[in-house]
């Protein structure tokens, strides 16, 4: 993964090195401790990034605003609220799940889910 980092801190990766995928590595190597160098890069590449906080732009704004705390912080329910729009019920809870869960991946949230996910019912043996 970090032979994906150009020289400008872009992890260009199979999805062009967008904002997540780019935060993600940085997280991870944080975390980790590693590659300073890798680090200093993605850092500069996001810290450049200015995705807006429009509907599309909402979700990349929050994971900035959570690897960077000089940024102003979003509240991960926030996140989840505007996370919550979709044509069908799985849509829209796939995406609130999925905003929290980037939410404890960036320390800004300490629960995976804001209610436990169903699980199917085991099958009467038999």
């Known amino acids: 993964m970090v032979s994906t980092v150009g020289d ?11 904002i997540l995928e780019s935060a993600l590595l940085l997280r991870l190597l944080r975390l980790e401790h590693h590659l300073p160098e890798v680090r200093s890069r993605l850092t500069s590449f996001l810290r450049a990034q200015d995705p807006g906080h429009d509907e599309a ?19 991960p329910a926030d996140v989840e609220r505007a996370s919550a729009t979709g044509i069908s019920g799985f849509v829209t809870d796939r995406r609130r799940h999925f905003a929290r869960a980037l939410a404890v991946i960036f320390g800004a949230a300490s629960q995976p889910c804001a209610r436990p996910v169903p699980r199917p019912s085991p099958r009467p043996a038999g």
């Open 57 to 75: 732009g909402q979700l990349d704004s929050a994971i900035l605003s959570w690897l960077f705390p000089d940024r102003k912080t979003i509240d």
């Open 8 to 18: 400008d801190g872009c992890a260009r990766v199979p999805v062009s090195g967008r």
